[in-house]
């Protein structure tokens, strides 16, 4: 089992940046794929990133792609996403994923977060 938990949301102004954390504990962290998903006011739940556990490569949605960027760090058991340029349509609550390998699809991920709200106020 792997347990995540999501920090880092707030209120922020368009234009502005946030940096959500993911920390992990249970089984080791490094060996999973971390991935970002996010929902909307009366929206699906949609992907935003994912990291692959093996070599790093990430993937993005195109909405954020160059906006934000994630990252993680194995020695800490924790997973970043970094948010700069930040838009209302952002609003959202921001979920922690892992699974075993990186993937837009959300039934990929075997483990998730509680979520963290994010709001962009115009």
């Known amino acids: 089992q792997v347990q995540l938990v999501e920090s880092g949301g707030g209120l922020v102004q368009a234009g502005g940046s946030l940096r959500l954390s993911c920390a992990a504990s249970?089984?080791?962290?490094?060996?999973?794929?971390m991935a970002w998903f996010r929902q909307g006011p009366g929206k699906e739940r949609e992907f935003v990133a994912a990291i692959s556990w093996m070599n790093g490569i990430t993937y993005y949605a195109d909405s954020v792609k160059g906006r934000f960027t994630i990252s993680r760090d194995n020695a800490k058991n924790t997973g970043y996403l970094q948010m700069d340029s930040l838009k209302p349509e952002d609003t959202a609550v921001y979920y922690c994923?892992?699974?075993?390998?990186?993937?837009?699809?959300?039934?990929?991920?075997?483990?998730w977060g509680q979520g963290t709200q994010v709001t962009v106020s115009a």
């Open positions: 994923a892992g699974g075993r390998s990186a993937s837009y699809i959300r039934s990929r991920y075997d483990y």
């Open positions: 249970g089984r080791t962290f490094s060996s999973y794929a």
